[in-house]
T-cell receptor
């Protein structure tokens, strides 16, 4: 049983398209996150939700919209994809804010 | 600028040797964490040390924290080929840091047989 699972693992798409990445955790955690890892492996927080409520919204283009239908799910929708959006996107969860995060295996997004 | 920066950027050692990685940060923290990332995988939490702690151990891992120097080190003893991965420090500098967990730039460790 995967603790934090995200789909798809790979996403190849054209510029201008809209795409979604789904994330689910079965750990009973209240807090979930989206991180972006660039080609130099730098990992940056995008969003954080606690019990379905948005608590961190970093300087991210508003083309990125997270949605948390319940505390076990946090999806990421991206509109009008751009070349610079190519990266690996990680979902994570934790029992307490910013402590001991459990990460999914990542979604490698390639925008052509 | 980034909160955490690891040093060295890359480290290559022989199996059985010890590996030491350092992390420096800029602002006050609540805790500092170390994570491992194998190639093509997600990050795995290794150890958390709070701002009022100086040293912590977990198996072959030893983490120290010096808040006066704003630095931490991760020591892996008796390294194995399976320890080959990237290692990241992450700092929780809430509340002043805006409730963010900020990751460093990573140290790429290669353990050769």
């Amino acid at each position: 049983d995967t603790a934090v699972s995200q789909t798809p693992k790979y996403l190849v798409t054209q510029m201008g398209n809209d795409k979604s990445i789904k994330c689910e955790q079965n750990l009973g955690h209240d807090t979930m996150y989206w991180y972006k890892q660039d080609s130099k492996k730098f990992l940056k927080i995008m969003f954080s939700y606690n019990n379905k409520e948005l608590i961190i919204n970093e300087t991210v283009p508003n083309r990125f919209s997270p949605k948390s239908p319940d505390k076990a799910h946090l999806n990421l929708h991206i509109n009008s994809l751009e070349l610079g959006d190519s990266a690996v996107y990680f979902c994570a969860s934790s029992q307490w804010l910013n402590e001991k995060l459990f990460f999914g295996s990542g979604t490698q997004l390639s925008v052509l | 600028s980034q909160q955490g920066e690891e040093d060295p950027q890359a480290l290559s050692i022989q199996e059985g040797e010890n590996a030491t990685m350092n992390c420096s940060y800029k602002t006050s923290i609540n805790n500092l964490q170390w994570y491992r990332q194998n190639s093509g995988r997600g990050l795995v939490h290794l150890i958390l040390i709070r701002s009022n702690e100086r040293e912590k151990h977990s198996g072959r891992l030893r983490v120290t924290l010096d808040t006066s120097k704003k630095s931490s080190s991760l020591l892996i003893t008796a390294s194995r080929a399976a320890d080959t991965a990237s290692y990241f420090c992450a700092t929780d500098n809430s509340p002043g840091g805006g409730n963010k967990l900020t990751f460093g730039t990573g140290t790429q460790l290669k353990v050769e047989l």
